[in-house]
């Protein structure tokens, strides 16, 4: 079955690229173009797509409008803000108001088109330089989102534990962990769903936050170091 897609950007030049690229993907199906947020709002709600890639910046209603619109008619729509804006504010109030991803449109086209698919598989994307961003410029204003973090809960979590949590702190897929972690793509899954159980985590994004914020990317690259050092 075709991935039903929704694009809203005003942007026509960058919309025809859009739909010319997502268009070649036997999977992926365009049923709708707008060029405001009010005109994405009703399609949004007559078309029934799978997912929605929207821009912040438009005419007539902006992206977070269109986004909080949008998910009020149905929370559980798939929202992904395609966007130039990489203002860690931009993206906390996104997500806050239930996007599913934050892409900047200076990703390759490749990870656009892999984002869709993991989004539609239920899973958050962020683009990987929005995570520092994010967790640097919001430090002292997300903490209200993010669930209390026993000490204890931190210090239980086993090696492997860290190292998925490394990746997700680079904005790694599940594949990508998969690839590197030389496991499966359903072990990492049991993995990420008992990390996000034990810290009560609601997204995938909060705990790419707390995992950056702790460095767990740097413990993921200290531990494959050190298992190249052993191996060798």
Do not use: W
């Amino acid at each position: 079955m075709s991935i039903r897609i929704l694009l809203v950007d005003d942007h026509t030049l960058f919309r025809s690229g859009l739909k010319a690229l997502l268009s070649r993907q036997a999977d992926f199906e365009i049923v709708g173009e707008a060029s405001d947020g009010l005109e994405g709002v009703k399609l949004a709600e007559q078309l029934k797509p799978d997912l929605v890639l929207l821009d912040l910046d438009m005419p007539v209603m902006n992206g977070t409008e269109a986004l909080a619109q949008m998910l009020a008619a149905n929370r559980e729509l798939p929202v992904v803000m395609l966007t130039v804006s990489e203002d860690a504010e931009d993206l906390k109030e996104a997500f806050v108001l239930g996007a599913r991803g934050y892409l900047v449109k200076n990703i390759d086209a490749e990870y656009l088109v892999n984002g869709v698919r993991q989004v539609v598989a239920g899973e958050s994307v962020m683009s990987p330089e929005m995570t520092s961003k994010f967790v640097n410029g919001i430090r002292a204003k997300h903490l209200s989102l993010m669930p209390e973090v026993r000490p204890e809960t931190v210090k239980s979590l086993t090696e492997r534990e860290r190292q998925i949590l490394g990746c997700l702190a680079q904005g790694a897929s599940n594949r990508e962990m998969a690839n590197l972690l030389n496991m499966s793509e359903s072990t990492v899954k049991a993995h990420l769903q008992r990390i996000m159980r034990r810290f009560d985590f609601s997204s995938r994004v909060q705990a790419a936050v707390f995992a950056a914020e702790r460095h767990m990317d740097r413990y993921l690259l200290e531990s494959l170091n050190q298992k190249k050092a052993n191996n060798g």
